[in-house]
């Protein structure tokens, strides 16, 4: 009998079996929380949700319309760039691609800068955010979001490091060019892509 051998690399002692983590990366057994600062109140009266710049609509939602936006719940990663990762959480929420559409980003329109509460920010490529991947989440695992991992809105871009997941997410600028985040600015990667292991802006260069 033929035996193929399996593509899929062996994964290290603390891994679970059956998926395998990015380079460098272990399974946390619970969930971190990691954010710059404190947490911030949540006012349902005066909170509001932007999408702003080039786009053809802008947008700006306050949080019962949010509710009443198209839903989903499916599965996604966090990977922090201090090596834990927390994997398939169970997201419920909006499609980043859904607030997206509802603004239309005009043709020149290519990244944007995600503003969570008190002037933290990070920036992506805008088909990062089209990726059905990406998720402005509102709950996790059935219940909402603790407002320690980012009541009421957060996204959550599982094909990326997670500090590209902004908490407390407030407004999706939508621009041209290419505009450093917080974390981006110290150094960090800004492509950011786990399973290329691009932690810092030196590792952008290399494909591995
Ligand atoms: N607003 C905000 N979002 C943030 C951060 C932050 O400091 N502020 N930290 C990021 C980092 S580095 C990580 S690893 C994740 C952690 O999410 P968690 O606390 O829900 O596990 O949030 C990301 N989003
Ligand atoms: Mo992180």
Same mark, same amino acid.
């Given at each position: &009998?033929?035996?193929?051998?399996?593509?899929?690399?062996k994964?290290?002692?603390? =891994?679970?079996i059956g @998926?395998p983590l990015?380079?460098?990366?272990?399974?946390?057994? !619970?969930?971190?929380?990691?954010?710059?600062g =404190?947490a911030p109140?949540?006012?349902?009266?005066?909170w $509001?949700?932007?999408?702003?710049?080039?786009? *053809?609509?802008?947008?700006?939602?306050?949080?019962?319309?949010?509710?009443?936006?198209? !839903?989903?719940?499916?599965?996604?990663?966090?990977?922090?760039?201090?090596r834990?990762?927390?994997?398939?959480?169970r997201?419920?929420?909006?499609?980043? !691609?859904?607030?997206? #559409?509802?603004?239309? +980003?005009?043709?020149? *329109?290519?990244?944007?800068? &995600?503003h969570? /509460?008190?002037?933290?920010?990070a920036?992506?490529?805008?088909?990062?955010?089209? $990726?059905?991947s990406?998720?402005?989440?509102?709950g *996790?695992?059935? =219940?909402?979001l /603790? &407002?320690?991992?980012?009541? +009421?809105?957060?996204?959550?871009?599982?094909?990326?490091?997670?500090?590209?997941?902004v @908490?407390?997410? !407030?407004?999706? /600028?939508?621009?041209? %060019?290419?505009?450093?985040?917080f974390? /981006?600015?110290?150094?960090?990667s800004?492509?950011? $892509?786990?399973? @290329?292991?691009q932690?810092?802006a030196? %590792? #952008? *260069?290399? =494909?591995?």
């Amino acid at each position: &009998m033929h035996v193929r051998k399996s593509p899929v690399r062996k994964p290290a002692a603390s =891994e679970p079996i059956g @998926k395998p983590l990015p380079p460098g990366q272990h399974a946390a057994k !619970r969930w971190p929380v990691l954010h710059q600062g =404190e947490a911030p109140e949540f006012d349902p009266a005066t909170w $509001d949700f932007r999408v702003f710049g080039l786009v *053809a609509q802008e947008l700006r939602l306050d949080w019962c319309a949010f509710q009443t936006l198209p !839903r989903i719940e499916q599965a996604g990663d966090l990977h922090c760039v201090t090596r834990w990762s927390v994997l398939d959480t169970r997201w419920s929420g909006v499609l980043a !691609r859904t607030v997206l #559409d509802l603004a239309g +980003p005009l043709p020149d *329109a290519r990244f944007a800068v &995600m503003h969570g /509460e008190a002037g933290y920010t990070a920036n992506v490529p805008l088909a990062a955010l089209r $990726d059905e991947s990406a998720i402005l989440a509102t709950g *996790a695992n059935g =219940e909402p979001l /603790e &407002m320690k991992h980012g009541f +009421p809105v957060r996204s959550v871009l599982p094909a990326l490091y997670a500090w590209k997941s902004v @908490k407390w997410l !407030r407004a999706i /600028e939508v621009t041209a %060019d290419d505009r450093p985040g917080f974390w /981006e600015s110290f150094g960090y990667s800004n492509q950011a $892509d786990p399973w @290329k292991e691009q932690r810092f802006a030196e %590792d #952008d *260069a290399r =494909e591995k």
